[in-house]
Each structure stands twice: as C-alpha cells, then as structure tokens.
C-alpha cells in the first residue's frame, strides 16, 4: 500500500515536471490585432501580420489612413512602449515605421513588438468573402465565393463601394505560388480607372517577377505602339478580409467586350496558345503539326460544324507559317508584326508557345493577334 502510495507521488510530480516544462518551452499562441478605420462611405478592417522571425506584428495601412483614427476590435488595447523614453503611449500616438515593444497585462516569455507601415501612393482594393475566409478560395482554384468590393484612391476618395460580386483563383503555375492571382467578377459591370464598363476583371500577383514592372510596361509600351486590345491595367494594394496580400496589377480580362476586343461582327473566336498542362481547364484545345496546341478561350464550345471548319481552317494556317505556302486564311499583318515586335523587344520566352492570344470574326477570313498577355517572365 505504501509503494502504490509513493508510486503515485512520483508519477504525479514527474507529470507536473513534464507540463511545466512544456509550458516554458512551448511557443505562445500569438493573437492576430484587428483594427478599424471609418472612411466617408463605411468602415476598413484591418488586421496585423505576425512576423515569427523578429516577433513583430506589422500593420500595413493604405496611403489614406490616419493612424490617430484607428479604433481597436479588443477589449484589451495594444499599449506600446517608446523605445527612447520607455514611456508607455497608444498605437494612436505611435510612429510609423518606427518598432514598438507590446505592453501585455500578463507578460509572454519574450517581448513582442509592433510596427505600422504606410503603403505608396497608389489606389487600395479591399475585398471581404462571404465566409471572412479565404480558405476555401485557395484549395480549390475554380471555387467562387461571393464577395464585396470596395475600392478607394490614393486621398481616400472612394472609387467604388460595397458593390457585389465573386472572387476565384486563376493560373497553372501562378497557382502554386504563394500570393495567388484572382479573377475578381462584378454582379453588374465597373467601369474602374477609367477602363470602360466591364464584370470580370484580373489580379495579377506578378509572383515571378520580384519588379513588378513587366507586365504593366509591355502593356502599357503596346498600346502606344498601336495594338489597341492591349489591356489597360493600374498598380493596386489589395486587402482580403482586412488581411494585406500585396502589391497587384489590376487588368482588363482577355475577352470579347465594348472595352475590351471591340468587335461588333459576329459570330467571333478567340483563340490561344497552350501547353498540355495549362489547357486542362479548356474544353476545345487544337494539336497541331508543328506541335502548338491551339485552346478556344471564347466561346467556352463549338457545334460540331464550327469545330471542323476551325480543325481544317487552324491546320492549313499552322503549315502556313512553317512551310511559307499560302493559307486558305489570311492574318492581320499589322497586328501580327506589331506583337512580333514586342515579344522580341521584351524577350518573350513564352512567344508562340504559351498565352499567345489571336482571334477571328464574321466570315473568319483574317486571324488578327492580340491581346498581348502574360510578361512577368520576359
């Protein structure tokens, strides 16, 4: 009776050993802050980032934001402690970019810090799910969930205002990356920057290229140079469920439209240059000879007619431009040598081989080339 007592003993203070050491040595769990900004048309949720390497939480705020409005969604307000006198002040009072150690009414194992960080100048889009997730969005990329969408200059000014819509994921290898790129669609259409009136729009996360600059250069370098469908496009800080996901290019999507590929004559095609893995999402995808695959991004079907004529029609265009013999289809030659230009300007390593757009209308006489698309890796 006496071991089993003493076992018991043992086994209990070895147990409470065990708990309190795991409890040192244990990281805590660190609570996200959320915070508050009203505007003149509703209110911005913000919350911080946690840096685990440095134990700071970083508030990134858009160019317009007045760090002394900020209300706080806790009870218990962040107090910092100025690392110059020591003084305890609020995150209302601090500066920005300057590191803050974290006042806690019961004090971690080691101290943490916070830090606001303004954005540049340029306009912020902020888009809050329906769920307040994410989640669902990025395991599965055709996923939509509805969403409302805010956009605000860089004054404060706003753009547009709880409009409706739907956000989804976009891109083959882009997907994989970490800040994903979205396709972001409108219940009725926006007209956003001065763009013209449109639903869909795209969230280019530029993951491949640390610059940024690419695909807005050649954009941009392609209008002037006379290629019309080239998409307009415009620098934004994009926030989802208050949370900062970076620096994106929000663009035109390549479509048929008013504001887009303006042509009035119907029926129209849009065709495009694909790879085996990036046209499992196509439903009619053309191998040809020289050994492009040819994708159908607009319509999303053909009639058993249209099919033939374009198999027939896309094969003696392919053999065309290999062997040099005339072609029962003719292309836009200005069109044509105006996007040869800019792939060989920019040094193009998907030219003639991946997202290389050119489409056809009416009597599909012509195959004219355009829009330029995809340049983070040129």
Known sequence: MKRLRLFTICLTLLLSVIVLVTYILLPTAVIEREFFYKTNNGVIKLRTWYDDSSQTFYLFIPSFVDLSGLKENSKNKTTLKNPENGKSLSLNDCIEGVKYEVLLDKPKKSPHYFCAKRLSAI??????TKSGSTKKIHSDKNYKEEVSINAYDVDG?????NVPGRIKGRGTSTWKQPKKSYVLSANDSLNLFGFGNAVKWILLSN??????LRNKLVYDFAKQLGLKTSPDCEYIDL????????LYLLTEKVEFGDNRIDVLNSPRYL???TSESQSEDKKVVFNEESGVRVALSEPDILSDSEHHFFQVLLKDLDSSIIKGH???ATVDTTTWALTYLVDEIFANSDANYLSSYFYTYGDCSTFYRGPVWDYDQS
């Open 207 to 212: 993951s491949f290229d640390e610059s940024n």
């Open 271 to 273: 065709f495009t240059l």
């Open 326 to 328: 005339h072609s029962k």
């Open 157 to 161: 000014s706003s753009i547009i205002v």
């Open 123 to 128: 306009p912020s889009l902020i888009v809050n």
């Open 239 to 246: 926030f989802l469920n208050g949370d900062y996901v970076g």
